[in-house]
């Protein structure tokens, strides 16, 4: 327990106000009082706009100062930020906006977003159908007879559009392993829909965003095509800086977002929405005016941005991204192109959207690591990091960097980490041919560390491994653990100092290293 400090000025002149906190089905109730002492832990103190906190319970809407006293309930870490640097377009729009943005509030024990749950076009389209928003009529196909029967009977017209479905962007520029070129074209008729399709469907799209790799091509989406009479972009995200749904506005869409931000950063706005309030008819009428829609357009512009919003609300949307937002030369507003980005904690409420997610365009192993319940996400480095707990999972991805390493992965097996577990994150870790040492760090408070020895053993017996292992064990049991270890014969490199076991784990990953690049074999011994 210690008391409030209000950085030595007076509670009354700067008008700050504490408000009690439901935190654990239990509900906090410190007074505006610099006398009384509160729990650091569950308790946060606002002024104007700014919020600080030493909360590991902190609900990440734009708080407006409420008279004392008030509640206010925590009810998911998943309502925190979208983390802007997994769209680093958005990231580069909202960073060239004028409207100056708060510095990030980072809270110790807050859980924060990894991933966001991508779907693609032709659900994104269905998705805004369903929310009354304008979009060009179109159909998906998953073979060229397919494609055929939707250009033919679906769409209505003979100029049409034909995207190759995968989650990445710059399809239009991209090109396919049998040679051709765009993921993105213009076509005339039911047969080239159908011939476009067979050379898309069934092929990998190498784009800028794909890697060297490509995406595999499952489906096409055949759509009318529009001719717009202007081009706009907007996005509703989460901005962790305001601490508030944004929604990133530019009168020049049509082109990539990143390409704006780097040439006219003054054509790109943005504006925070308050969560309590929405976006009101004035904000919306605001920004569409302000992006040049005609006088014609006005209303049903305002009315799109506002469906948008409520996508995003009731979806549990991190991302909405609509470009071109166009008016056409019939005075249409229709979304061209939308990504949806949606929270992966809120699996359990959107089961409909969590259906739509296609596997076969995320990481196989990242898959595979989510069924066992691991979070693993790989890196470009070679030393392979099995770690119990995010927080210690960073850290030893950084101390191996300060050492003059790389990380290959981040693998963290939690706190329940069984035999079966860390059998599952070797084989995944090894998957990689590139990895050369395994850097193992555990923190048994949860878990026991002679549980972790004992899969690290039959881990090593069963997989045969040949790389070097070097293995940080401290808490629980770690005595026996050693023991365990020392026991067993197997060539692990027990390290109690987390500084010498990186140092360690990067010194036998650059002698694995030399050896291959030289075509030699090496083996370790427990006397090195």
């Not at 009354?132 to 007879?145: F, L």
């Not at 529009?226 to 749904?245: H, N, T, V």
Request: hydrophobic share 40%.
């Amino acid at each position: 327990m210690t008391s409030w400090r209000f950085a030595d000025k007076s509670f009354e002149n700067e008008r700050q106000y504490l408000f009690p906190v439901h935190v654990h089905g239990e509900t906090q109730d410190p007074q505006p009082a610099l006398q009384r002492r509160f729990a650091l832990e569950s308790c946060f103190w606002v002024h104007q706009t700014k919020i600080s906190s030493s909360s590991s319970c902190f609900y990440t809407a734009h708080l407006r100062r409420l008279p004392v006293p008030s509640q206010l309930t925590v009810a998911s870490p998943s309502v925190d930020m979208f983390n802007i640097s997994r769209s680093r377009a958005l990231g580069s729009a909202l960073n060239a906006s004028k409207t100056q943005i708060a510095p990030s509030v980072r809270l110790p024990g807050l859980a924060q977003q990894k991933r966001a749950l991508s779907i693609h076009e032709y659900l994104s389209a269905d998705l805004l159908r369903q929310y009354g928003v304008g979009v060009p009529k179109g159909a998906v196909a998953r073979n060229a007879r397919e494609a055929k029967d939707v250009a033919m009977n679906h769409i209505g017209t003979e100029d049409m559009v034909i995207k190759a479905q995968v989650l990445a962007g710059g399809r239009g520029k991209g090109t396919f392993d049998n040679g051709l070129k765009g993921g993105v074209r213009v076509i005339y008729s039911p047969h080239e829909a159908e011939m476009f399709a067979k050379q898309m469907i069934g092929h990998k799209l190498i784009t800028k965003q794909t890697g060297a790799g490509g995406r595999l091509c499952n489906a096409v989406y055949i759509c009318e095509r529009k001719f717009a009479r202007r081009e706009f972009y907007l996005a509703i995200l989460m901005d962790r800086g305001s601490q508030s749904p944004v929604i990133v506005s530019s009168s020049q869409g049509g082109m990539d977002i990143e390409t704006v931000a780097k040439e006219s950063p003054d054509a790109i706005n943005t504006t925070h929405i308050d969560i309590n309030v929405g976006v009101t008819d004035e904000i919306a009428r605001g920004i569409a005016t302000k992006l040049g829609f005609s006088e014609q357009c006005i209303e049903d512009a305002k009315d799109t941005i506002q469906k948008l919003y409520k996508i995003f609300t009731e979806r549990d949307s991190t991302q909405i991204e609509i470009n071109p937002l166009s008016e056409t030369s019939d005075h249409q507003v229709l979304c061209m192109d939308a990504k949806f980005g949606f929270d992966d904690n809120a699996e359990f409420r959107q089961k409909e959207v969590f259906e739509w997610r296609d596997t076969t365009q995320e990481d196989p192993d990242e898959v595979r690591a989510a069924k066992s319940g691991l979070n693993f996400i790989k890196l470009d480095g070679d030393i392979g990091c099995l770690v119990n707990g995010a927080g210690l999972a960073m850290a030893t991805m950084d101390i191996i960097k300060l050492n003059g390493g790389q990380p290959a992965n981040f693998l963290d097996v939690g706190g329940g980490a069984t035999p079966a577990a860390i059998q599952e994150a070797f084989e995944l870790i090894t998957s990689d041919a590139k990895v050369t040492a395994i850097f193992v760090n555990i923190f048994g408070g949860i878990v026991r560390c002679d549980h972790i020895a004992t899969g690290l053993i039959k881990t090593v017996e069963n997989l045969n491994l040949k790389i070097p292992i070097i293995a940080r064990l401290q808490g629980t049991n770690v005595e026996r653990a050693h023991q365990l270890i020392s026991e067993s014969g197997m060539k692990i490199f027990c390290i109690d100092d987390l500084q010498s076991a990186a140092e360690k784990s990067v010194q036998l990953s650059k002698v694995v290293k030399m050896a291959r690049d030289m075509d030699v074999g090496v083996e370790f011994s427990l006397g090195i």
